[in-house]
């Protein structure tokens, strides 16, 4: 039987090989509980979460152990962003620095919500604050493929 994270992570794998400007990109899983982290051409970290929600806004839930992966994934790996898949509209791409702006470390349960009107921007939210700009759904992979220059 095919897991319901599966499909929502293949939606991200899938984008990000299509979208590869070189011979190809190279991705394995980083190793966490949560099965939720990949590797992208061996110093890039992916943190995937899902919504199945049809509709905005989408809002994830990120338990403690999610946040002690992500920050593991940052101190290992030269760059980490969290995926969010928004149901069948769209992904949000957020850089570590964002994450880290919506959110403080002093709670064991954050949230992000990710909201949409047709046609527009993401506005994204977490527990500890709004993010000041916008995010877009060209964003990912866009963001990857930029972090990968030096």
């Not at 403690?64 to 994934?73: A, L």
């Not at 880290?100 to 604050?129: C, Q």
């Amino acid at each position: 039987m095919i897991k319901e994270f599966e499909f929502y992570h293949g939606v991200v794998l899938t984008k990000l090989v299509q979208n590869t400007k070189s011979f190809g990109v190279k991705i394995r899983p980083y190793p966490t509980d949560s099965n939720a982290s990949y590797i992208v051409d061996n110093d890039i970290g992916l943190y995937v979460k899902y919504s199945s929600k049809r509709m905005s806004p989408w809002r994830f839930s990120l338990q403690r152990i999610h946040q002690q992966e992500i920050v593991k994934m940052k101190n290992d790996l030269r760059d980490v962003f969290l995926v969010l898949v928004c149901g069948e509209d769209g992904l949000v791409t957020l850089s570590y620095q964002e994450l880290t702006a919506i959110w403080n470390d002093n709670k064991n349960l954050k949230w992000i919500s990710a909201a949409r009107s047709p046609r527009k921007e993401y506005t994204i939210k977490g527990s500890d604050g709004i993010l000041n700009r916008k995010v877009g759904k060209s964003d990912f992979p866009r963001k990857i493929f930029e972090s990968e220059t030096p």
